[in-house]
């Protein structure tokens, strides 16, 4: 049914039905492609994938895709991310964080779950947990370590030699101590 | 506190060849422990609970289901099971997707496996003074 409306604009891409420009493109996201620049905060909803260069903060409801080529000097924050390329900065991935071979990375880290595939570089603090936003209360215990101290009790001047050096895992987060790299 | 020697119970630790590069390979079964300070020329292969301080030449891995809380230097470490500690692998790091570290660590080369839990600062790159006229 094509009634051919005299004078009526018709957009000329709906003739040839040209699949969408990049391949793999991202749902309903942005694609940065290798000449591009973005310096500054982005928050989209939907999947981003950088090729060029980045600053600032990505924050994303979607995944995000770090292209082999790209140069991320940014916080990045989504649900899956995948580096390929090279990004500094913190990175908070709410489901999964793959380094893949050809990436490095070098920055703190949130996330629930990580890959390192052999051949990426990364430094930085890894913190791991089932809800990297949320400090919900610890389900899994390190078993073998932490036996619960009565802390309820109110021990007015507590011995301080009763403290073994109990090898603190690292919540010396505060430290910032300059990265080089 | 320098503990000086190992103490092992149930010892059915052997102390065998390791057809491949001729270290020798020190290795604790499921029942085993270890509790102290270990300083070993060749390959270690820890399993049941193991204490303190590991310095091997070789490499270490830690068996699924073994608990380790320990100080660990290797050339390679392969982790499958509960480590709390630091660690520091001249060579190469594996988590496989079972392997529980707790612990800052500094290696040369990183392998994470998916599934697996980390905890603690990483650290890489060739840190060490290798020859190299520098």
Known sequence: MSTRAPGARVPRSTADQTPPEVSAGPRGGITLGPNDRLIGELHIDGDVRLGGTVQGEIHATGDVEVDDAAKVNASLAGGDINIRGNVSGPVTARKRLVVARSGSLTGDVRVARLVIQDGATFSGNVSMGPQPDAFAPVKEMPVASAAPEPAKAPAPAAPAAVAAPQPTRNDGKAKGKPQKR | ?134
């Open chain 2, 1 to 134: 506190m320098d503990v000086q020697e190992a103490v092992a119970e149930s010892t059915p630790i052997e102390a065998a060849q390791d057809k491949k590069d001729g270290l020798r390979r020190f290795t604790m079964g499921p029942n085993d422990s270890l509790e102290g300070k270990l300083t070993y020329d060749g390959h270690v292969h820890l399993d049941g609970r193991a204490e303190g301080e590991l310095r091997v030449s070789g490499n270490i891995e830690v068996a699924s289901g073994a608990k380790v809380k320990a100080l660990l230097e290797a050339s390679n470490v392969t982790i499958k099971g509960d480590v709390e500690g630091a660690l520091n692998a001249r060579d190469k790091l594996v988590l496989g997707k079972n392997a529980k570290l707790s612990g800052d660590i500094s290696v040369r080369r990183l392998q994470i496996e998916d599934g697996a839990s980390l905890n603690g600062h990483v650290r890489m790159g060739d840190f060490e003074h290798q020859g190299s006229g520098g």
